[in-house]
Each structure stands twice: as C-alpha cells, then as structure tokens.
C-alpha cells in the first residue's frame, strides 16, 4: 500500500504525463484510496496560476484546504462527520462545468463525481395511491450523476428525462441548483421535474443529518419511511416552502446526495436549424412557441448588426415532435458537427485581437454554417448542442419576462455596439431558450415565464470577464434579469433583493433553519449578504 507520500509525488508525476491511459491510472487510484487522495486534487492546476484550483471551466482563486471525495451517500455522511470540527464550511460539486462562484471555497470542496449511480426508487415507503400512479414513471439517481449518463442507462427501459441541458456532461443536480434548463415555453427548468431532494445537511447541535425534503403532500408515507428508516439521523420533511427553497439552492442548504425525478417515454425530435434577421423571424418565433407540434425552439443571434441588415441575423431551431422513422435520417450543419474545433475558435479570436469590425461578418457566416432542415434524432441527441459545447468560453446568462423579447434585444444590441468602443467585445452567437415560469424561489424562472439569454465569450478575447459583468448588470438593472448561477455572476445584495423580492423571503427562511451554523456558507453566499439578510429579514 502506498504511503502518503509516495501516492502524492506519483500523482504529481502523472500529472505531467499527457496520456489518457495514465489520466485513467490516476482516476482509479484516487476512487481505491480515497482517504489519500483528500491530500491531492484529480485534475491539473492551471499552469498560468499555479495556486488556483482549476477543473473544466470552475478555476477557484485559492486551493481549498481539504478535498472529500465520497462515493456513497454513507461515506458522505461519515466524511461530513469525520471533518466537521476541522473545517468552517462544506462547498459542493461534480464534474465543475460551471462558470460561477457557486462552488468557491477555500475551505473544504465535497466532489461528487463518483456518486453516479441509479439507486433503488424506495417505492415501498411511497403513499399507496402515489406509487400506483408515479412508480413507473420516476428514477432515484445520486447527486454527481450526468444527463448522459442517466439518459444511456433510461434508453435501456425505453425511458429519457423530461427536460435536458445542451451538454450531457452536465449533472442533474448540479443544474438544478443552479437554475439550469432546457428550452420550451411549456418546460420547466431541469428543477421542475424533481419530486425529492436527500440532503446532507446539520441542525443546530451540529448532528449530521440526512433529510428527504419533499412537496406537503409528497410521495412518502411517514410511517413506511420511519420504519424503512429508523435511525436518528434520517429525516422526512414534507414541507412546500423547504422545498421550493432546496430544489435550486445553489448548495446553500447541504449536499444533495440524491434525487427523485420524472422521466417520460423515449421520443424522437426532427431539427430544422434556419436563417433569418430578428425582425423578421419575430411574428414566426412567436407562433412556434405555441404550436402543438413543437416541442421548443432556440435562437442563436449575432450580436452585432452586419453591414446592410437593418437588424441581426439569427439562426432558429426548430424541434418537432415526430414519431419514430428508419433512423438516422439528415445531417446537422457542419457548423454543429465542426463547431467545437479549436482552429475555428481561434480564427474568430485572431480576428476579434487584430480586426474587430470584422467579428460580424464572421459570426454571420458561423451561424450559416449551422443550417439544416429535416434531422431525425433522439431526443437527448436533439437537444445536445454537440461538438460547440468544447468550446473554450467565458459565458454568462440571464433570465428575463419572455414577453419582452424584442424590447430586451434591441436594447442589448445597441449597448454591445456601444461597449466596442471600450474594447468590450462578444465573440460568440448568443442564446435565448425559453423556460416555463418555476415555484423555486431563487429560481432564475420564478413565478415567470423566461427567457434567458446566455452570452458566451471566447477565452483570450480582451477583457472578456468586464464584458460579462457589463451584460449581466445592465440586465439586472434595466430588465430585472436574474443571472443563471452556474455562469458568471456578479449580482449583489441590493440586486438580489430587488430583483428576488417575492421569493427572498421564504428562501432565506429555509436557510435559518437548514445553514444555521454557517457550514455550507461560501464566497457566493458573501456576495449576496444571504448570512446578513437572514439575520434581519
């Protein structure tokens, strides 16, 4: 058996080594000893700074002070015990896609990544009339597993989830509590189709806890449950406003060790991707949304208006509800099936650094390339974005009233036009998805139906992070827009409290008594003054 030591200067020495085999090597050792590879993080640092934690697109400015990596519900449970008097505070995530600050800390990081797993549905503490009618269409999953990975295992029983991101490497309940989602104005946010949180959380003597959180009249029966699970530390709470609160909590409340979903049957989706200007694609955009046989539509714009059109150009999505064919059938644009190629991402960054009044142009002839009419997919191969998800962005979204589509646009494009005299450019398409309006009082979609639109900046543009927290203030001051929590944020407590006045309320009452010893506060929840509003609301 290694000595701490030696597993360390190997992992070190791997990390070196640009070999997928040894990257394997790597991963394997760290799940068989975990209790050494709390010394080590899996992935590299950034080697332009050297003293941040970087993994995928989250880069922490410090590197935590301690790493718990559990692979069941049970570990976790007896790592948060282990470590609760070494550390202030527990921070969350999975596989670190995000963009934001949600996961910060410089304290302890719980990694989620090999809790993957589907788990036994617990069907026999469900109400009677609740499992007659929703066992077969619900999945318990733990925390750290992907949309691709769920989706692959549901295929093999005929199933999909009901809602998806555009990227299948993205966890369930990492989107959930930031706010994710999919796009149809008839679909909830990836939150919506949660019917069960299991919360890792502590109560006010520092007890570890393990808490199902569910709807007031949920799908559990207290006393199958209590016996099923009789020990001290498991707790049924069948409470709307804890709820609502905990389904997007951005890791505020616990570690979310699993959850209970609605899945629907296997379907398949034909895609027509075209060209347009907004102005014209407007009355047409709004139609879709409503139209019975469409399941949603997304509209990527560039940001800038080329010379000769009066307003940008887009590129819709249509995804129709079809019934199974011979499959496959069609072919997507080659700007889908080369869009992700990093050749293309560094001519558009050359031309941003050295002739930036061409950046329209060639965004014009990127969303050109992605045009296709009549591909016959899976759903989950639908409504994944494909090879564009790899590319290297900074990215930022923020939701809005949907009926304000037009005035919202109009508006941002004529600041993006404004901001490149200060060497603020977007260097990407940009996105609007719509999303049914959501219960869950951080929700970025609460009590409204939404648009958000999300900016991507390619990495290495100029002063792309400025540019970001430009967009996203002036949707928060001008529209009310409410950031996705998973991309770049800089909301502050004026706008938080503005902006969330409905739902703050009742969120930061679920926080009093779920967070009462600060040991899942972080830098995020600095930034909103979540601890000093809790204190006087």
């Known amino acids: 058996m290694a000595t701490p030591l030696d597993y360390l ?74 470590k609760k008097n070494q550390v202030t505070s527990f921070r969350a995530m999975a596989e670190g896609f995000g963009f934001a600050n949600a996961a910060w800390t410089t304290d302890c990081l719980v990694q989620c990544f090999q809790m993957n797993d589907l788990l036994d549905l617990e069907a026999d503490t469900f109400h009677e009339e609740k499992e007659q009618e929703l066992a077969d269409d619900l999945v318990r999953v733990e925390s750290g597993i992907t949309f691709g990975k769920l989706n692959d295992a549901l295929a093999q029983i005929g199933k999909t989830v009901c809602q998806q991101p555009g990227y299948r490497d993205l966890t369930v309940v ?68 804890l709820f609502h609160a905990v389904r997007c909590g951005q890791g505020h409340f616990g570690i979310i060790s699993a959850v209970t979903l609605r899945t ?138 949907a009926s304000r589509a037009d005035e919202v646009l109009k508006g941002l494009v004529s600041q993006f036009d404004s901001w490149r005299s200060t060497n603020n450019w977007i260097t990407s398409p940009i996105g609007m998805r719509w999303v049914k309006a959501s219960e869950d009082y951080l929700s970025p979609q609460y009590q409204r139906d939404t648009i958000m639109l999300e900016v991507p900046i390619l990495k290495g543009t100029p002063n792309a992070v400025e540019t970001l927290n430009k967009y996203t203030n002036y949707m928060m001051d001008t529209f009310g827009g409410r950031p996705h929590w998973g991309q770049q944020n800089p909301m502050s407590r004026a706008q938080l409290e503005r902006n969330y006045a409905a739902g703050l309320p009742a969120f930061l009452a679920a926080f009093r008594e779920l967070n009462p010893l600060k040991l899942f506060d972080g830098p995020l929840t600095a930034q909103l003054g979540l601890r000093d509003l809790a204190q006087v609301s």
């Open 9 to 82: 200067n190997l992992v070190n020495a791997l990390r070196q080594m640009n070999s997928p085999a040894l990257q394997l090597q790597l991963q394997k050792m760290l799940e068989a000893q975990p209790e050494l590879a709390d010394t080590v993080a899996p992935t590299p640092t950034n080697p332009n700074a050297p003293n941040q934690y970087h993994r995928h697109n989250t880069t922490m400015p410090q590197w935590p002070k301690l790493f718990l990596r559990p692979r069941s519900e049970d570990e976790l449970v007896n790592m948060l015990e282990a």
């Open 264 to 401: 629907r049957p296997k379907f398949f989706l034909k895609e027509d991707r075209f060209i347009s200007t907004w102005d014209e694609a407007l009355p047409q955009i709004n139609q879709l949304l409503v139209h019975p046989a469409v399941h949603g539509i997304h509209v990527w714009i560039n940001p800038y208006v080329s010379t000769g059109k009066t307003s940008p150009t887009v590129l819709i999505t249509k995804l129709t509800k079809a019934t199974q064919q011979p499959w496959p059938w069609g072919v997507r644009g080659l700007g889908i099936l080369f869009g992700g190629r990093q050749i293309i991402t560094d001519f558009i960054g050359y031309q941003a650094a050295t002739d930036p009044k061409g950046v329209a142009a060639k965004l014009d002839f990127a969303l050109d390339a992605c045009r296709s009419t009549d591909v016959l997919m899976p759903s989950t191969q639908a409504l994944d974005f494909g090879p564009p998800n790899d590319l290297a962005v900074n990215a930022a979204s923020v939701g809005f009233d």
């Open 174 to 241: 990492g989107c959930a509590s930031a706010g994710g989602h999919g796009s149809g104005l008839e679909l909830y946010g990836i939150a919506g189709w949660i019917e069960a949180v299991e919360l890792v959380t502590f109560d006010a003597q520092k007890n570890v806890r393990v808490m199902r959180i569910e709807r007031t009249d949920g799908l559990t029966d207290p006393a199958k449950y209590k016996k099923k699970h009789p020990e001290a530390k498991y707790v049924l709470r069948q409470d709307d406003a």
